[in-house]
Nanobody, 114 residues
Framework: VQLVESGGGLVQPGESLRLSCVYS????????MGWYRQAPGKQRELVAR???????FYADSVKGRFTISRDKDKNTLYLEIDDSVREDTAVYYC?????????WGLGTQVTVSS
């Protein structure tokens, strides 16, 4: 599975941003897809995840501000970031878990700064 993220950039605190991740078609749809992020000097952390059936999970730090969604017709995963805070600054990575293998995108930088 190939994953290509886009949509990162510089935003001011409180602003919104939508990240996209286009993934290649596979014979078997990934069981889980989601987003991790890695801030400078910190470990990579799971931000949000969505199952093939549509169940979602969010890290406590982003609940109520981030929304993950998936358009299977467009082979695209989204992450809507609302009410951004400086702590959201990180490289955001899209991933796909087919249960047989784990795939990563190259990441997209999000910077929240005034």
């Amino acid at each position: 599975v190939q994953l290509v993220e886009s949509g990162g950039g510089l935003v001011q605190p409180g602003e919104s941003l939508r990240l996209s991740c286009v993934y290649s078609k596979t014979s078997r749809s990934p069981a889980f897809m989601g987003w991790y992020r890695q801030a400078p000097g910190k470990q990579r952390e799971l931000v949000a995840r969505i199952s093939n059936g549509g169940s979602t999970f969010y890290a406590d730090s982003v609940k109520g501000r981030f929304t993950i969604s998936r358009d299977k017709d467009k082979n695209t995963l989204y992450l809507e970031i609302d009410d951004s805070v400086r702590e959201d600054t990180a490289v955001y990575y899209c991933y796909a878990n087919t249960l047989a293998a784990f795939y990563w995108g190259l990441g997209t930088q999000v910077t929240v700064s005034s």
